[in-house]
């Protein structure tokens, strides 16, 4: 839909602004807007609203999609109300199990029933949704917040559970017609290519096009991260870093094993399904009365994959002991009780996985361990520019990134005996 023309163009304060917007949607009055700090880093214009009388007022989420990360938002809001409407069928059909808890996200339609609203005004395009602020949950930013060592590994199994209950709940989405929001996203041939491109020196599409992906949306939106945009001199002492070539070197040699699951996911090996894209911890939201996960949020990365890169994803972030930012690499390491801890709970509410899935979980982790390490490599040899360093980071921060990332991908390797057999007992006793 467009903005009703009674949504004034003048400028205004943001939350104003934002109390004005949410007036269009279907809302008890009064209708009050707050900022508050606890808000991702993609979509940054989230607000707090509050609707009705006093006794009765209940609590809303208006959020407006970045369109510098996601340029085609109704594509972002057709995938979320495909994965809400399959959670929601899921519930209805009872597959909750005994001590289990879920919600969906609500979102608040229009006063126009429309799912969300699109609005044309001077200062461009912009897309807005308004979700229902789920009571009585908490989110973690991550593990280390947890003083308490029982409670972090509750926490990381809950997690492991949640994500198990995610993908059930959504297992029966229609992918034939799923877009990626962001074209190229977690395809490691595609980011293969843009380190071997860079690392040739590449600064323009028609040098690089041996390594430009053929399908003209990705390529539209990929095209720049093949090319190195520095200065000669700047590029040749990144890319002549003494500290940095074993780690080029790890990468490049590990190329073979990085496309395990995209070359099981062409023949058939592995299923391909709607994944959530971005299992961070902060996406999982926790009763405050029992303890247990209750729901997953931001439903902005949902694309076809195996989900073998969702559970990759998660532990490769979990179990690392250092963080992303560490500098000193000694420091890196495996929390093997916090994988363990992840696995039971993904293993014990996982409804069908198939034993080739199970089989390829370990890799899994190393391989989402290595393809970030590659993105972070290739970003920070180029120029930085995709992840772009804020005014307070350091001017290495990417190659930090990226050392990290290929050194968790040696120690995951170190230990993939240990994680394997973790997985086969913890799978067999589930059996």
Known sequence: ???????????????????????????PRPVE???????GNINRHTYLISGGPERTRREFLLQQINQQVFTRPWSVMRSMIASIQAQQESLERGELREGEEWETITLVPTQRDRPYLEINDRRGYSCWR??????????????????DSAERLRIAEEAGSGLALYLAFTARMDISGLESPL???????????QLLSVLEGNRT???ASAYLPADPLVRQSTELHFLVNIPDAEYQRRLNDPALAPF???????EGYAMTLLREMTSGELRTVAIHGDTKLDNFLFSTRSGRVKAMVDLDTIMPHTWLVDWGDMVRSLANVAGEKETDLGKVGVDLDIYQAVARGFLRSAREVRKVEVARMVDAVQIIALELGVRFLADYVRGDSYF???????????????????TLFKKLTEAAEQTQRCIEQISAGMG
Request: with cysteine; proline share 9%.
């Open 1 to 27: 839909m467009r903005a009703a023309r009674s949504l004034s163009l003048s400028e205004e304060h943001p939350v104003a602004q934002a109390g004005r917007i949410a007036s269009v949607f279907a809302l």
């Open 248 to 254: 080029i070197r790890l990468a490049c040699e590990r």
């Open 183 to 193: 074209p190229g996203y977690r395809d490691t041939r595609l980011y293969y290519n």
């Open 130 to 147: 308004l979700m229902v602020k789920i009571p009585e949950s908490r989110t973690f930013k991550s593990l280390s917040e947890i003083a």
């Open 388 to 406: 772009k360093l804020g005014p307070a980071d350091p001017p290495d921060l990417n190659k930090t990134r990226a050392m990290v990332q290929l």
């Open 205 to 207: 599409p028609e040098s």
């Open 33 to 39: 807007s707050y900022d508050f700090p606890e808000k």
